[in-house]
Nanobody, 121 residues
Framework: QVQLVESGGGLVQAGGSLRLSCAAS????????MGWYRQAPGKQRELVAT???????NYADSVKGRFAISRDYAKNMVYLQMNSLKLEDTAVYYC???????????????WGQGTQVTVSS
């Protein structure tokens, strides 16, 4: 049974940093692409960053230059380093396994509980 457990969220002041972690279990995901999503209140879930099985990364324009996704293949872990946080980064953050198809990241239906990130002024 696949499980994704996100952690590392919290309350941080604008301009601060957080590092999110995602522990994936139930399978070996070293051959999969991985991604981080976020969902703010009243908004749709949006893709924030992805990392392919070959460690190629991609970012949403809103976080480019501030966030960095990485992974540890041996530990089945994915990380999201978030710097220069803004109020609009407040959301629940989720990781997921997926695959790039036709140039787009398509997530599998393995959603975890997410981790809350709140940025205050």
């Amino acid at each position: 049974q696949v499980q994704l457990v996100e952690s590392g969220g919290g309350l941080v002041q604008a301009g601060g940093s957080l590092r999110l972690s995602c522990a994936a279990s139930g399978s070996d995901f070293s051959g999969n692409d991985m991604g981080w999503y976020r969902q703010a209140p009243g908004k749709q879930r949006e893709l924030v960053a992805t990392i392919t099985r070959r460690s190629r990364t991609n970012y949403a324009d809103s976080v480019k230059g501030r966030f960095a996704i990485s992974r540890d293949y041996a530990k089945n872990m994915v990380y999201l380093q978030m710097n220069s946080l803004k109020l609009e980064d407040t959301a629940v953050y989720y990781c997921n396994v997926g695959v790039y198809s036709g140039g787009s990241f398509v997530p599998y239906d393995y959603w975890g509980q997410g981790t809350q990130v709140t940025v205050s002024s």
